[in-house]
């Protein structure tokens, strides 16, 4: 069994910051990428960004410049630094990795249940 873990949700005024974690536990062999999504009420999940395993990263362009992901591979953990947070980016953030179970032999997309992110104008 695998589990992705996020933390570090919350409520924070537009202009402010908060530091997204997600934990992957479980028996796990490999991580491949990880990344981050989200999903705003009415509007269908998106990509915001994700890391390979090498620690290329890629971004959506409504968070450029505002939003730094990160991972440690050793702890099996990907963090997500947002800052200038606009009202826009309230949402709730999950977390994904492409991992390989001990004993299997095909990489899988697993998620977290999600962190709550509302960001007050």
């Known amino acids: 069994q695998v589990q992705l873990v996020e933390s570090g949700g919350g409520l924070v005024q537009a202009g402010g910051s908060l530091r997204l974690s997600c934990a992957a536990s479980g028996s796990i062999f490999s991580i491949n990428a990880m990344g981050w999504y989200r999903q705003a009420p009415g509007k269908q999940r998106e990509l915001v960004a994700s890391?390979?395993?090498?620690?290329?990263?890629n971004y959506a362009d409504s968070v450029k410049g505002r939003f730094t992901i990160s991972r440690d591979n050793a702890k099996n953990t990907v963090y997500l630094q947002m800052n200038s947070l606009k009202p826009e980016d309230t949402a709730v953030y999950y977390c994904?990795?492409?991992?390989?179970?001990?004993?299997?032999?095909?990489?899988?997309?697993?998620w977290g249940k999600g962190t709550l992110v509302t960001v007050s104008s």
């Open positions: 890391i390979t395993r090498g620690g290329s990263t």
């Open positions: 994904n990795a492409d991992l390989l179970l001990r004993g299997a032999v095909m990489y899988k997309d697993y």
